[in-house]
Nanobody
Framework: QVQLVESGGGLVQAGGSLRLSCAAS????????MGWFRQAPGKERDIVAAISSSGGNTYYADSVKGRFTISRDNAKNTVYLQMNSLKPEDTAAYYC?????????????????WGQGTQVTVSS
């Protein structure tokens, strides 16, 4: 069992930056691939970025490439999402998720554990 707790969301102006963190419980964090998803009101929960268990492989949705960076610190049981050049369309609840495998999935159903989410609001 893995418990995930996100933090770092908030209100920011367009062009600004935020860094989200996701702290995981348990001693086997380094065995889990991790993903960040987001869900805006009335929309599906979509993948934003993902990272393999070792951190050696990453994935980004086209909409965030070049602006967002996913990383992880296995010693701290934490995965991060650095978000730069934020746009109003990035406004959503952001969720981290853990996949019991070394390689990430880009699909919501590929993840076994979810955090409660953190709200990101970007004003224009």
């Amino acid at each position: 069992q893995v418990q995930l707790v996100e933090s770092g969301g908030g209100l920011v102006q367009a062009g600004g930056s935020l860094r989200l963190s996701c702290a995981a419980s348990g001693r086997t964090f380094s065995r889990y691939a991790m993903g960040w998803f987001r869900q805006a009101p009335g929309k599906e929960r979509d993948i934003v970025a993902a990272i393999s268990s070792s951190g050696g492989n990453t994935y980004y949705a086209d909409s965030v490439k070049g602006r967002f960076t996913i990383s992880r610190d296995n010693a701290k049981n934490t995965v991060y999402l650095q978000m730069n050049s934020l746009k109003p369309e990035d406004t959503a609840a952001y969720y981290c998720a853990a996949n019991r495998g070394t390689y990430y999935s880009t699909q919501r159903l590929g993840y076994d554990y979810w955090g409660q989410g953190t709200q990101v609001t970007v004003s224009s």
